[in-house]
């Protein structure tokens, strides 16, 4: 039966994508996409993050399970505890993402790419047993989870992965990617992210897909990405660019909104401020109260049309099983204190609803 | 007493204090704010024990889970506190006051176990926890109290207050409220001790604490404003300062914003990131002698074993960071030593 399904996919043209949302499961219509939180990882391995701490006893934390008494100093320590790394439990998985069906979710961007255990039969299965619409991702991660042979590899043989990926399907699976992304940056950019940023935007002129950017932890990091893409031809307006958890000045916002891109805050129930170095770039995660106070003044501004949230859930240590508040939290929590803050339906329908099924609709 | 800090163990001088920590619990039952939800499956966790499963969203629900509550084990107390005394800490002000289970011999034993200085608070917490007949005691009866528990020592127990409070507000002030004020201001003249207070959430209520503190003869340069980590106004802040009080920023390590209101006001708990910046903004104003902070460790879940950020933090943590973002060593000691002292030697 899944051979039949596989095939009877890969017979489907190029054309029937445009005015759709490609699923793991097949093309949708836009309208039954639902709440839909636009960067979360379901399965992932974040491995390549790992670097040896120099401490003796913090070398205690490399390969210590994840307990509820370390939780406290996880955060500052989240890239040498191998067990925090891994969300490869596949059960465990549709048992955290099943709260935010609960609380009305619908659909799910799993912004996995390669290089972090993209995993699309998995990604399947998990959509089967939960009933909910799972995005694929496509294109490479952060330098760091780059294959080795990058340095050889063309940006035109990126760019036919990645549209592979799209109308093809990821190797044999026939599993295909809805979404460009996360394509990871670092800053300052590589030569190797250039052309992956430029694959990507060629990609996305080819397919119709929309590319959901990981910047680098710098202000001048997301405005460089949009001027690489913006030069290889890509739609601005089919740009998401997320985690702006980092950035907290408004009038740095505004400039980055005129450029017509998407903005993502997606570290939603990620507060922890002890997280201060990703790579070795400095990071300030915001609050929940920040992201909403920008968000709002974003929206005041005009841009409401223009934002979309997640908990880009790819820790453990996020889990609800492992102290965390995963993927129902902006459901459960922040969505009530949206309205106390006031928002509008209009406004959290169009976040939630209405932003996610027009970046994810193919042109 | 003048010129001297009194622990729970007997005077000291200032000088032996060192780092200081002027707001934590190391033993307290907070079931004073227990209250019943409505739904059905929000009761589920009113009796559920603390676990990791339930760590992510408890903070929004710590007034009905009782498990949350209370500090109650003695020996858990030790271990965790422990960690702050390797990290570097030598002191630290146990703000629990009465109606919270103020621990007087408990106390007394966690500084013999850890050889860390503990002082004990004085007066009363928040109304919900004043005593059934508060409406009836007079603001002599409850001045007398108070000053018998700095001078003479709490019931038979021989163990001395060191510091008036946390005396406990929610906001608006009710009459008792400003008794205990009162009480605690006039406390304060008969004895030398400093003051230290648990405002209401509501930007008016610090400030109508002090008017009414100073009203009543107490000095506000010998008086601890806790829990500015709600108050993110730098205009604000420096509107406070003026007053000449001491500022405590005391939740450090705590920071979900999901956190439940507390007796009905709604609070919004700042970012330690946010902590730092509002510090560093007063220094640059000149109230770097003004600062003290904390971990205010009040909830089971704030220990370490139950996932929290303990009473190590700010040494572990937050004193790295603040070299970071270039808090000199004088500031930090200022924050952690000087500032301490200053306030804990009697006058």
């Excluded at chain 2, 190391?26 to 009113?46: G, I, N």
């Excluded at chain 2, 408890?58 to 005394?85: F, H, T």
């Excluded at chain 2, 008017?211 to 980590?229: I, T, Y």
Aim: proline content about 5%.
């Amino acid at each position: 039966m899944a051979m039949q399904t596989r095939s009877a996919k890969s017979t489907q043209s190029r054309n029937s994508l445009p005015g759709k949302v490609q699923t793991v499961l097949g093309p949708i219509e836009p309208e039954n996409l639902g709440v839909t939180i636009t960067h979360e990882h379901l399965l992932i391995d974040l491995a390549c993050y790992f670097e040896m701490p120099e401490e003796a006893s913090e070398r205690a934390w490399v390969d210590a399970p994840l307990t509820m008494d370390r939780l406290g100093g996880a955060m500052a320590r989240w890239n040498y505890s191998r067990d925090n790394h891994q969300l490869l439990d596949e059960r465990m998985a549709v048992k955290e993402v099943l709260p935010f069906k609960l609380w009305g979710g619908g659909s799910v961007v799993d912004a996995t790419s390669i290089g972090i255990a993209r995993d699309p039969l998995a990604l399947q299965r998990i959509s089967r047993a939960t009933g909910l619409n799972v995005i694929m991702g496509a294109s490479h991660y952060v330098p760091v989870s780059h294959p080795p042979d990058m340095d050889r590899r063309s940006e035109d043989s990126i760019a036919d992965t990645t549209i592979r990926d799209i109308t093809a399907g990821v190797g044999d699976t026939g599993v295909r990617s809805g979404i460009i992304g996360e394509v990871g940056n670092f800053w300052p950019t590589s030569d190797n992210q250039l052309k992956v940023l430029r694959a990507s935007a060629h990609a996305q002129r080819e397919t119709g897909a929309p590319i959901l950017i990981h910047p680098g932890f710098h202000p001048d990091s997301p405005p460089h990405i949009i001027r690489t893409l913006d030069r290889a031809g890509a739609d601005l307006s089919r740009v998401i660019m997320g985690h702006l958890d980092v950035f907290t000045d408004l009038s740095w916002y505004r400039d980055l909104a005129d450029t017509g891109c998407m903005l993502e805050w997606d570290g939603f129930g990620s507060e922890d401020t002890a997280l201060h170095a990703v790579a070795h770039q400095s990071t300030e995660m915001m609050s929940d109260v920040q992201r909403m106070t920008i968000i709002q003044h974003l929206i005041e501004a005009g841009f409401g049309g223009r934002i979309l949230v997640a908990h880009d859930v790819c820790t453990k240590h996020q889990y609800r099983h492992y102290g965390g508040k995963s993927f129902g939290h902006i459901l459960e929590n922040i969505v009530p204190r949206m309205r106390k803050r006031g928002f509008t339906e209009t406004q959290i329908n169009a976040i939630l609803v209405k932003n996610p099924a027009r970046v994810l609709t193919f042109k | 007493m003048a010129g001297k800090v009194q622990t729970v163990l007997g005077p000291i001088e200032p000088e032996q204090l060192g780092i200081t920590l002027a707001h934590e619990h190391l033993l307290l039952d907070l079931s004073c704010f227990f209250k019943v939800p409505e739904a059905a499956s929000e009761r589920e966790w009113m009796e559920a024990p603390v676990s990791i499963e339930r760590r992510g969203t408890i903070l929004a629900r710590w007034a009905y889970n009782r498990d949350s509550l209370g500090l109650l084990d003695e020996r858990v107390a030790v271990e965790e506190v422990l960690q702050y005394k390797y990290a570097g800490g030598q002191s630290l002000v146990e703000a629990t006051s009465i109606g919270i289970a103020r621990d007087p011999l408990g106390l007394a034993r966690i500084s013999r176990a850890t050889g860390l200085n503990i002082v004990m608070g004085a007066s009363h917490y928040v109304p919900l926890a004043h005593p059934p007949d508060m409406d009836k005691r007079s603001e002599d009866s409850i001045f007398e109290r108070i000053v018998r528990d700095v001078t003479v020592g709490v019931g038979d127990t021989g163990v001395r207050s060191g510091i008036i409070g946390e005396v406990g507000n929610l906001w608006p002030t009710t009459e008792n409220e400003r008794k205990v004020l009162r009480a605690s201001a006039r406390a304060q003249k008969e004895t030398g001790a400093s003051i230290l207070i648990h405002p209401g959430a509501h930007p008016d209520s610090p400030l109508f604490i002090i008017d009414e503190l100073v009203k009543a003869g107490a000095d506000p340069q010998r008086v601890v404003l806790g829990h500015l980590d709600i108050f993110n106004d730098k205009a604000w802040a420096k509107r406070l300062a003026k007053t000449g009080c001491v500022m405590e920023w005391d939740n450090f390590g705590i920071e979900d914003t999901n956190t439940g209101p507390i007796a009905h006001q709604q609070i919004e708990l700042m970012s330690d990131v946010q902590r730092m910046d509002m510090i560093q903004y007063l220094i640059g104003q000149g109230y770097g002698q003004k600062i003290v902070v904390s971990q205010d460790v009040c909830f089971k879940f704030s220990l370490g074993r139950y996932g929290g950020k303990p009473y190590n933090h700010i040494m572990e943590n937050i004193v790295p960071r603040m070299r970071k973002r270039g808090f000199t060593e004088k500031h930090i000691n200022d924050i952690l030593v000087e500032n301490p002292k200053r306030i804990l030697t009697f006058v």
